[in-house]
């Protein structure tokens, strides 16, 4: 989990409770793996996971939601990802988009 999440991602995945940890790590890696996904079309960087940063809406995993990943890599650095995600009772499924800069 090291390879894909940073001391705040993991810490986040922690505070979840044990029963829900695995939803929580599979959440991390795929808004991160969508995030990547739509950036790459615009920036043509190969980036890696600890290059994204997830910050997850609500505090605990909930059966959907949202979340925003930024990027640490200048290429994509200021594009505004933001996405969706639902979690049923064997899959979690996410979405990423490029949202509309704000003026």
């Known amino acids: 989990m ?13 505070a979840q409770p044990e029963d829900e940890r695995a939803r929580a790590r599979t959440l991390v890696f795929s808004s991160k793996e969508a995030a990547y996904k739509c950036q790459f ?15 997850v809406k609500e505090l605990m995993l909930a059966s959907e939601g ?25 899959h979690l499924v ?6 509309s800069r704000s003026p």
Do not use: C, N, S
């Open 2 to 14: 090291h390879l894909i999440a940073d001391a705040d991602e993991l810490a986040w995945v922690a």
């Open 41 to 55: 079309p615009i920036t043509r960087q190969v980036l890696d996971f600890l290059d994204l940063k997830l910050v």
């Open 66 to 90: 949202e979340f925003r990943v930024t990027f640490e890599h200048d290429a994509a650095a200021g594009l505004p990802i933001r996405g969706r995600y639902m979690v049923g009772p064997t």
């Open 94 to 99: 996410t979405a990423a988009l490029l949202a």
